[in-house]
């Protein structure tokens, strides 16, 4: 129903900054919850933030509040999550999922749908 592709991933030095971009194509972006998601070799998926259909809701992380911003823009269906302030502890595959119900614990990776194949951020010290 529904195709992410994420990008915009690389390589920063601690305090940079990243904007990682999720393009959908299939059904509107609008239909979605959108939640990005980070995994680090040996560990698993670590929820990083969602936002909602219309973007009226938006949640993080702890780990990463005040450092990242999600955003979307339904017209060009696209989902982004800004990150500055990076650390070498943000170094992980990103990943950005699709929901598309209406309820849910969006803070879990079982709740979604669709799953784009991942972007490498690389953060070093």
């Known amino acids: 129903q529904v195709q992410l592709v994420e990008s915009g991933g690389g390589l920063v030095q601690a305090g940079g900054s990243l904007r990682l971009s999720c393009a959908a194509s299939g059904r509107t972006l609008s239909s979605y919850v959108m939640g990005w998601f980070r995994q680090a070799p040996g560990k698993e998926r670590e929820f990083v933030s969602f936002?909602?259909?219309?973007?009226?809701?938006?949640y993080y992380a702890d780990s990463v509040k005040g450092r990242f911003t999600i955003s979307r823009d339904n017209a060009k269906n696209t989902v982004y999550l800004q990150m500055d302030s990076l650390k070498p502890g943000d170094t992980a595959i990103y990943y950005c999922?699709?929901?598309?119900?209406?309820?849910?614990?969006?803070?879990?990776?079982?709740?979604?749908?669709?799953w784009g194949q991942g972007t490498q951020v690389t953060v070093s010290s």
């Open positions: 936002i909602g259909r219309n973007g009226g809701t938006l």
């Open positions: 999922a699709a929901d598309g119900g209406y309820s849910g614990t969006y803070q879990r990776a079982s709740v979604y749908d669709y």
